[in-house]
């Protein structure tokens, strides 16, 4: 039977612990709509004045907090307590707002760069600091949406980047338990207080695997974490770079009649699909990510996003996984930003998340940390001009270099493009920056021959031959790239014949259409011709 596993670490609390883990990376907090107690999208977002009552509420939780708690307890909570009643954050997250932010990217926006100048200080009492912050900024966003922080078992060992101290001050750590960070510091606020407690603790273990409630044992004195057999410690961190030489391939291959290979892979819009991926069989063309972050709230939590990305990308296994950013705007609201002048001016998609950087930010800063889970791609929507992409890609850029500096493990993933506008469709060769391209003949049917979006348009059918024709003129511009098609039209065994006499060879439809594709797919050969004796 293998060893268990010792990891060097650092001692910031003596004394021997041992817990099921308690894995705080990934939230363990339901969505919106999955939390009946959880306050309504439209009251939990709002003006000023959300914020004001937001900052009340965390103020309010921190001072019960104190209530009955020690003299170093306190001495904390009172800082944190200072920096949330400091006019200039609320000025500052004021003046984002008067910009047409929203107030709950205003408030991260805020707190984000507070948090940056800390990390960046030479003082490690300072940098110290920043996890306060955090935890700051994450008690308010909460009270924003009416989702407060919630506690861990008791008996517990948390295992984390690191801890918010209220966090700590809120846990009952009388019935054992320890603390376990990837990073941390001795001089931070939690340190302190693990000491003043007698909670064992270690930090700088580097990032390691393990399965929530799985037997781990801190050792505050030698300063080391024990885990079970099986478990790892993961590399450090992943460059910031795209892969060269990029490929897109995926599960799900199969053969036309007359032996080319074919990619059959699955769209996913409702999270719930996840988890009846099959990866032995399929892996993901298009998951449109605006059926998961369907709030201001979601669309702000970084953490949530990143849960909901690695979660695809780990069942998918080794099976490629296609993300496209949210498609938001027009007929496409998202909850709480409906009265923003950009949504109003009728902007959807990359133009939108180009309009409002705040939201693709924060997406950008979950997708580039998901990524190191798997084998993602990230698609692009709505693209109609090639510096979209090129300033999609400088954005992804920035906010790497930001990760970076805070040591959180991130990749950069290829960036593709959704082919829906007939105006880049024909100009396909000029996006040089795309690594890849995707067909989304819905919207591509739409514009091309004026129909309209919910199919109540009885002669949009007619436009099909003009499609194909554009789609074949498409796939000849892509030089070599790949190339594949996730609209409806690839889910239906009529239009085979025309979408492989095009050129196409890999196709995204949605799982209930899987079995019929592939068993078309088989009868014809690749020039979309039926295979003799079909």
Request: aromatic share 4%; with cysteine; charged share 25%.
């Given at each position: 039977m293998a060893e268990p596993l010792r990891l060097k670490a650092k001692s910031a609390s003596p004394g021997i612990a041992s817990g099921p883990a308690f894995l705080a990376e990934e939230p363990k907090a339901p969505s919106a709509a999955e939390r009946p107690d959880a306050a309504p999208a439209s009251q939990a977002v709002g003006g000023y004045g959300a914020l004001e009552k937001a900052i009340d509420i965390s103020i309010g939780e921190l001072e019960h907090l104190a209530d009955g708690a020690d003299a170093e307890s306190r001495d904390i909570i009172d800082f944190q307590i200072e920096v949330l009643r400091d006019p200039s954050i609320a000025e500052a997250t004021g003046a984002r707002m008067e910009a047409d932010e929203n107030v709950v990217f205003a408030w991260v926006a805020t707190l984000d760069a507070y948090i940056g100048e800390l990390e960046a200080a030479d003082e490690e009492p300072m940098r110290a600091r920043a996890v306060d912050i955090l935890d700051i900024k994450n008690r308010v966003l909460g009270a924003l949406a009416g989702t407060p922080i919630a506690d861990f078992p008791p008996g517990s060992v948390f295992i984390g980047k690191d801890m918010e101290p209220s966090r700590f001050l809120a846990h009952d750590w009388s019935k054992g338990g320890g603390i376990a960070l990837f990073a941390g510091s001795t001089a931070g606020h939690v340190a302190l207080l693990a000491r003043a407690k007698s909670v064992p603790m270690v930090i700088g273990t580097g990032r390691f695997s393990a399965v929530d409630g799985d037997p781990v044992s801190v050792d505050g004195n030698a300063g080391a974490v024990i885990l079970q057999a099986g478990s790892m410690?993961?590399?450090?961190?992943?460059?910031?770079?795209?892969?060269?030489?990029?490929?897109?391939?995926?599960?799900?291959?199969?053969?036309?009649?007359?032996g080319v290979p074919i990619l059959l892979s699955i769209n996913i819009n409702d999270p719930a699909e996840i988890d009846a991926l099959d990866p032995a069989t399929a892996g993901v063309g298009l998951m449109r990510s605006e059926f998961s972050i369907t709030s201001v709230a979601d669309a702000a939590n970084e953490?949530?996003?990143?849960?909901?990305?690695?979660?695809?990308?780990?069942?998918?296994?080794?099976?490629?996984?296609?993300?496209?950013?949210?498609?938001?705007?027009?007929?496409?609201?998202?909850?709480?930003?409906?009265?923003?002048?950009?949504?109003?001016?009728?902007?959807?998609?990359?133009?939108?998340?180009?309009?409002?950087?705040?939201?693709?930010?924060?997406?950008?800063?979950?997708?580039?940390?998901?990524?190191?889970?798997?084998?993602?791609?990230?698609?692009?929507?709505?693209?109609?001009?090639?510096?979209?992409?090129?300033?999609?890609?400088?954005?992804?850029?920035?906010?790497?270099?930001?990760?970076?500096?805070?040591?959180?493990?991130?990749?950069?993933?290829?960036?593709?493009?959704?082919?829906?506008?007939?105006?880049?469709?024909?100009?396909?060769?000029?996006?040089?920056?795309?690594?890849?391209?995707?067909?989304?003949?819905?919207?591509?049917?739409?514009?091309?021959?004026?129909?309209?979006?919910?199919?109540?348009?009885?002669?949009?059918?007619?436009?099909?031959?003009?499609?194909?024709?554009?789609?074949?003129?498409?796939?000849?511009?892509?030089?070599?790239?790949?190339?594949?098609?996730?609209?409806?039209?690839?889910?239906?065994?009529?239009?085979?014949?025309?979408?492989?006499a095009a050129g196409l060879r890999h196709f995204s439809v949605a799982p209930a259409r899987r079995p019929a594709i592939r068993s078309a797919i088989i009868g014809l050969n690749a020039d979309g011709t039926r295979a003799a004796g079909e």
């Open positions: 410690l993961i590399p450090p961190l992943v460059p910031a770079q795209e892969p060269a030489g990029y490929t897109q391939t995926t599960g799900g291959e199969l053969r036309t009649a007359d953490e949530r996003q990143l849960a909901i990305y690695r979660r695809v990308l780990e069942q998918a296994g080794d099976r490629a996984v296609t993300i496209r950013m949210l498609d938001i705007g027009g007929d496409k609201p998202l909850a709480g930003l409906e009265d923003l002048p950009a949504l109003a001016s009728g902007l959807r998609g990359i133009r939108l998340l180009l309009a409002r950087p705040e939201i693709a930010r924060v997406q950008a800063r979950a997708l580039l940390r998901a990524a190191v889970f798997g084998r993602l791609s990230v698609m692009l929507p709505m693209v109609t001009f090639p510096d979209e992409i090129d300033r999609m890609r400088e954005l992804f850029r920035e906010e790497a270099e930001k990760l970076g500096r805070r040591a959180l493990l991130h990749r950069m993933p290829p960036i593709g493009m959704m082919v829906e506008v007939p105006a880049a469709a024909l100009m396909l060769d000029t996006f040089a920056s795309a690594a890849f391209f995707s067909f989304g003949t819905n919207d591509l049917t739409q514009y091309l021959a004026a129909s309209a979006r919910d199919g109540s348009d009885a002669d949009a059918g007619k436009a099909t031959p003009a499609v194909l024709r554009l789609i074949a003129q498409a796939v000849k511009l892509t030089a070599g790239k790949p190339v594949s098609i996730c609209g409806d039209m690839a889910g239906n065994p009529s239009y085979l014949p025309g979408l492989l």
